[in-house]
T-cell receptor, first 114, second 116 residues
């Protein structure tokens, strides 16, 4: 069963606008973590932001924020004030406490237009 | 701080040959992971080490694949008798032991394998 679902294969956003990348997940483990990574064309996976299942507040890191809706099992990434350098693949991932491995979604390709 | 490094960055080989990749984690990190990423997909977990012990292996890790981390520092991933289906990006990540589910994994630049 697919544990991480990213339904948007590609997204376009105008420079300086905000964009939301969707992620839904499925787990029966009560303790888990959700991660977003950015993968530019160079290939390296860059860690952006983390949300724990017991965290009361939505995570924020600079221009990145995570809209965590636990009951809906969604963890959408919001990028504010998009920049041309934000153009990349974005992956949502989950780690259940019972395992060390990250499970990734299929990714969303974001293109920021000037 | 140096990040995770991987060598080589690119490898082209003929079907049936053996290949070996190396990963050097961030120096204070004691957990090391290998993932495989095929075109258009997210990375898939292969195996994980805590220090020198290999603690988890995915079903994706067939008997042609072997990974080692002999002294708990760098790791190697060997693929024997390569097949065209092994063509992929092989990503290494490392993390520092912590409590709870965070345990953020930091990735290297990957080794892109092409099997002809």
């Amino acid at each position: 069963a697919q544990k991480i679902t990213q339904t948007q294969p590609g997204m376009f956003v105008q420079e300086k606008e905000a964009v939301t990348l969707d992620c839904t997940y499925d787990t029966s483990d009560p303790s888990y973590g959700l991660f977003w990574y950015k993968q530019p064309s160079s290939g390296e996976m860059i860690f952006l932001i983390y949300q724990g299942s017991y965290d009361q507040q939505n995570a924020t890191e600079g221009r990145y924020s995570l809209n965590f809706q636990k009951a809906r099992k969604s963890a959408n990434l919001v990028i504010s004030a998009s920049q041309l350098g934000d153009s990349a693949m974005y992956f949502c991932a989950m780690r259940e406490l019972s395992r060390r491995a990250l499970t990734f979604g299929s990714g969303t390709r974001l293109q920021v237009q000037p | 701080d140096t990040g995770v490094s991987q060598n080589p960055r690119h490898k082209i080989t003929k079907r049936g040959q053996n290949v070996t990749f190396r990963c050097d984690p961030i120096s204070e990190h004691n957990r090391l992971y290998w993932y495989r990423q095929t075109l258009g997909q997210g990375p898939e977990f292969l195996t994980y080490f805590q220090n020198e012990a290999q603690l988890e292996k995915s079903r994706l890790l067939s008997d042609r694949f072997s990974a080692e981390r002999p002294k708990g520092s760098f790791s190697t991933l060997e693929i024997q008798r390569t097949e065209q289906g092994d063509s992929a990006m092989y990503l290494c990540a490392s993390s520092f032991i912590g409590t709870g589910p965070k345990d953020t994994q930091y990735f290297g630049p990957g080794t892109r394998l092409t099997v002809l």
